[in-house]
């Protein structure tokens, strides 16, 4: 068994003295058996065939981002409302498609919640900010009793994948534990772990956490893509016959989990991965952009696109690239399943940060300046290897809404803004008066529980039941 031990080291050493990093196990004679075990196992999980590759292209030097390509052109896509019959048409025939698919269990929820409450002040998965205005319901909770809504309305089982991080795996389980799965049942909550890849410094060796652990980051919402397939949950799908991901991450309360119309025109369109979309306010907006290049689907970020193009205008006046991306598609399991053959990675992203490590001489460094690289995959980086791909606009005020920062834009207060403002529009568009101040924000609280609504034409059925609202009020509907 000894031997058996020792030529495995022997293996391992030889691998990281091929790939210049040999310093992993610079304190080995310093460490027990139980470290040692996890540092072999750590080590066993790199990918130590693409460790060079990734140090002379995103580690010793940062990778031209400028984009440079003849081909490429804004994307196309489908608007918000139909303008033509042929358009009308299949529209309808989209929604009736999606609403079987839903009906016959055939879509599921899928949510990336791997990030902290860091930036809102909060000690937390961001999943358990509170953010409803009245009730302060959490986000998780108001994705599951929207879950649980469209489950009772289509009268099937839609069921929710959870990504976590490992900041934060253990604390989200003990959460819906607590909260007994928010009603929706253990066996229809799938919560598991995304990846994490090396941390870097800028002479390409990979950082020590401290003697027996590796400095490692979660390997960012592109990481879904493998976590989905090695934690069982592709394998619970395939099981349950789920053939479509309603993917969005986790701050975004506003969103349409199970939308027929997206659903619908992703499946007639023959789709593998397809997006929403806002028109951006403006050619700089902080959101990645949508293009075609080579007849194909990519995303670029507001940083990597030159001006001119931010800038480009069509003949009456509207930005050429005005699609802006917002982290909410369908992906089909069949191509999930695909981007899973053996081999097969996102290209990664590099993030230049201060890391936390240990010196040569196993001493803490706490870095007051950027000392270093993290690696990191993005889920729009599927799109393009996607032979069909759709673009659906929607309206932003409708279905974005992300709360990321504590206070000015997209902070926790634009956000219930946000809320209050599109339940009042449902609650008129129903034949409601909603008294309003004279800038025109609504002159109340309102909070409407996905129980009560889904969607606009929901509460003309129920407006016997809504009380007239006085300005002040806090209308509650559950």
């Known amino acids: 068994m000894q031997g058996d031990e020792t030529a495995g080291l022997v293996q391992v050493k030889e691998q990281l003295a091929a790939c210049g990093q040999s310093h992993l196990l610079g304190f080995w004679d310093q460490l027990g058996a139980a470290e040692r075990t996890g540092l072999l196992e750590q080590i066993g999980e790199l990918d130590l065939d693409k460790i060079s590759a990734w140090v002379e292209t995103l580690i010793k030097r940062a990778p031209d981002a400028a984009v440079h390509h003849d081909g490429f052109e804004p994307a196309p896509s489908y608007g918000i409302e139909p303008t033509t019959d042929a358009e009308r048409t299949l529209y309808a025939d989209a929604l009736r498609r999606g609403r079987e698919l839903i009906s016959a269990g055939k879509v599921a929820a899928f949510v990336v919640a791997g990030g902290q409450g860091t930036r809102l002040g909060f000690d937390g998965p961001k999943g358990d900010y509170p953010i409803s205005p009245i009730r302060n319901k959490t986000l998780f909770q108001i994705f599951a009793e929207t879950i649980g809504a469209v489950s009772r309305r289509y009268g099937a089982v839609c069921p929710w994948y959870i990504m976590t991080s490992p900041m934060n795996h253990i604390e989200t389980v003990g959460i819906f534990e607590s909260n007994d799965f ?10 598991f772990q995304q990846g994490t890849l090396p941390n870097f410094a800028f002479d390409g060796r990979i950082l ?3 003697k027996a652990s590796i400095a490692r980051s979660p390997d960012g919402h592109g990481g879904c893509i493998r976590a989905l397939a090695r934690s069982g949950a592709l394998k619970d799908m395939k099981d349950r016959g789920v053939e479509y991901l309603s993917y969005w991450q986790v701050d975004n309360p506003l969103v349409k989990l199970f939308d027929p119309l997206f659903v619908g025109l992703h499946a007639l369109d023959d789709a593998q991965m397809s997006s929403k979309a806002v028109i951006k306010n403006d050619p700089k907006e902080k959101v990645g952009n949508f293009c075609r290049i080579d007849g194909r689907i990519s995303v670029i970020e507001y940083s990597d696109l030159p001006d001119e193009l931010a800038e480009k205008r069509r003949p009456d006046g509207s930005l050429a690239f005005q699609l802006g991306s917002i982290a909410i598609h369908i992906i089909s399991t069949d191509f999930v399943e695909k981007l899973n053959t053996e081999g097969f990675t996102l290209p990664l992203h590099r993030a230049v940060k201060k890391i936390p490590h240990i010196d040569a001489n196993g001493h803490p460094v706490e870095p007051d300046e950027p000392n270093g690289v993290k690696l990191e995959s993005f889920i729009f980086d599927a799109l393009p290897i996607a032979e069909r791909s759709i673009i659906l606009e929607i309206d932003r005020a409708e279905q974005f809404a992300p709360v990321k920062n504590a206070t000015g834009v997209d902070s926790a207060e634009s956000t219930r803004q946000m809320m209050v403002e599109r339940a009042a529009r449902w609650l008129e568009s129903a034949g409601v008066a909603v008294p309003r101040r004279s800038d025109g924000s609504p002159d109340c609280l309102i909070e409407i529980a ?29």
Request: charged share 30%; net charge negative; no cysteine.
């Open 208 to 210: 020590m956490a401290d």
């Open 450 to 478: 996905p129980s009560f609504a889904l969607e606009p034409e929901d509460l003309t059925a129920r407006a016997d039941q809504i009380p007239p609202i006085r300005p002040g009020d806090r209308v509650d509907l559950v």
């Open 182 to 191: 928010y009603g929706l049942g253990r066996d229809n909550v799938f919560i």
